[in-house]
């Protein structure tokens, strides 16, 4: 994205939250369900708006995919994080031993100006990815969206829904192939921008791109203070944090761990 999209994006987003009518795209976000009246408006205690974030749970998810992004962005100035699912009420995870709780249905929510769709167990992704419906209730919030987001498989999601053909994105390493078959192109990087989509790679990269997101919805200070405020600070022990240099045994051993825990 050019800093000219970026810069008119964020003004897109500072005019919503000031109240603004006629551009601004909060002023027609719609989170039903029996939530508080004010959340309903799309204001909180202040009477500014908010930025609605819908997060997709569905069963098999992985767990920090969601939980990074949200841990980020949930301190934004402004920004309400929502949890959404199928159903309302707990969703597993990959490993099938932790729950997050879905706040609102798909029926519930008809927009929201971030999107943001998890990545999965090999399971969970690939009932997500030939779930008809979900892929519609995910073209009806993109088309309102300012950023449409994914993270590690989650961008296969994407794909399968149909927006990702022709575009740059990345996405779990062992799942880059899967990329071109749905069309888009595979692009390396802890997350691609390609107008309103932004695609993360595997797991831990969602927390990179949930500070860049932090500053698209807000500025570069606020995102500088998030990263701070979660002590976000990487000194990993060990090197092998990409396919490149943990070789093949290890990367073999990686997806057997990934698949044994979700057995």
């Known amino acids: ?5 970026g810069h008119s994006r964020r003004q897109v987003l500072r005019t919503a939250v000031a109240g603004g009518v006629g551009a601004s795209v909060a002023a027609t ?3 039903g369900g029996p939530a508080h009246a004010a ?3 799309g204001t ?3 009477g500014r708006r908010r930025i609605r974030v819908a997060v997709l749970l569905y069963d098999g998810f992985t767990a920090l995919d969601a939980i990074g992004p949200y841990e980020v962005l949930c301190r934004v100035p402004d920004v309400r994080v929502t949890m959404v699912a199928k159903e309302a009420g707990p969703v597993l995870t990959d490993t099938g031993e932790l729950s997050l709780v879905a706040e609102r249905s798909l029926r519930d929510v ?6 943001l769709i998890p990545g999965g167990g090999e399971p969970g992704a690939v009932a997500m990815m030939k779930d008809s419906a979900v892929h519609e209730w995910i ?5 309102h969206t300012v950023w449409t987001t994914s993270v590690c498989t989650g961008s296969l999601i994407l794909g399968a829904a149909g927006l990702l053909r022709g575009v740059p994105a990345t996405t779990y390493w062992a799942a880059r192939p899967s990329l071109k078959d749905l069309g888009a192109i595979d692009t390396p990087g802890r997350f691609v921008e390609s107008g309103k989509i932004i695609t993360a790679a595997g797991v831990s990269a969602g927390i990179d791109m949930g500070l860049h997101l932090a500053a698209r919805l807000s500025d570069d200070r606020i995102a500088e ?3 701070l405020a979660i002590e976000y600070d990487p000194q990993p022990p060990y090197d092998t944090g990409s396919p490149e240099k943990a070789g093949d045994e290890l990367q073999k051993l990686a997806l057997k ?4 825990a979700g057995r």
Not at 110 to 115: F, Q, Y
Not at 139 to 143: A, E, G, L, M
Not at 257 to 260: F, I, K, P, S, V
């Open 257 to 260: 761990l990934l698949a044994d």
């Open 1 to 5: 994205m050019s800093v000219e999209h």
């Open 29 to 31: 976000v719609g989170m």
């Open 225 to 227: 203070a998030m990263q």
């Open 39 to 41: 959340e309903r408006g």
């Open 110 to 115: 008809d927009r929201a100006e971030v999107l």
């Open 139 to 143: 073209r009806r919030i993109h088309r």
């Open 44 to 46: 909180h205690a202040g």
